[in-house]
């Protein structure tokens, strides 16, 4: 397997998508093609329908402080 780069084809619904200059090992007997995995990964993020898109960051609420004993000084070990 050598790393070559060639044009990736995909489908994204009703669209072909080409993607020239794409990261892939061949084989030199076969002709069998693995796609670079990190590339692979890119592509999907780039082609994400929520991309380009303001992420919606979750609201955590504040930690709530313990209170001390309401009565100071008193032994809870009751």
């Given at each position: ?10 489908w994204l619904n ?56 309401s009565r100071p ?6």
């Open positions: 397997m050598h790393l070559h780069f060639i044009t990736y084809f995909t009703e669209e072909l998508i080409t993607v020239p200059n794409f990261p892939a090992w061949v084989c030199d007997v076969c002709g069998r093609r693995e796609y670079d995995q990190k590339a692979i990964s890119w592509l999907n993020l780039i082609l994400s329908p929520n991309a380009g898109r303001p992420t919606l960051r979750k609201r955590v609420p504040p930690r709530v402080r313990q209170r001390a004993s000084g008193r032994d809870q070990t009751r």
